[in-house]
């Protein structure tokens, strides 16, 4: 998907755009951590986003000090296309790849998101 993204749309706004599609709602800190970066570079970034119209500020009812962030429309259509164009170039690319070993990459792409969604702390020293 990266090498699909805009001309315009550098990596990092491009891994806050597709976060913020994931997980509506999310804070400036979620994304912040997400994408690795500091609080001030990641508000920053999303600035540029606001200011582009893809991405939109929004109070919390329940907590108006605390501001979500989602797509907008024009947003969610950039990550649809982006999206359509990796589909396509994917399976263009696993055409020609044998549906056995089609099989396997899914069954071992699946165990790579199951290992990958949990994130392991790490041991404490005895």
Known sequence: MRSRREADLSVPQFRALAFVGRRSKCSLSDV??????????????????????????????????RIALSLTGEGKA???????????????????????????????MRHLARLFATPKLPKEAS
């Open 32 to 65: 912040a951590q997400h994408v690795g970066t500091t609080l001030p570079s990641m508000s920053k970034l999303i600035d540029g986003l606001v200011g582009r119209g893809l991405v939109a500020r929004v109070p919390e009812t329940d907590d108006r000090r």
């Open 78 to 108: 950039l990550l649809a296309i982006v999206r359509n164009g990796t589909q396509s170039f994917l399976s263009d690319l696993f055409s020609g790849v044998a549906a056995s070993e089609r099989t396997a990459i899914v069954e071992a």
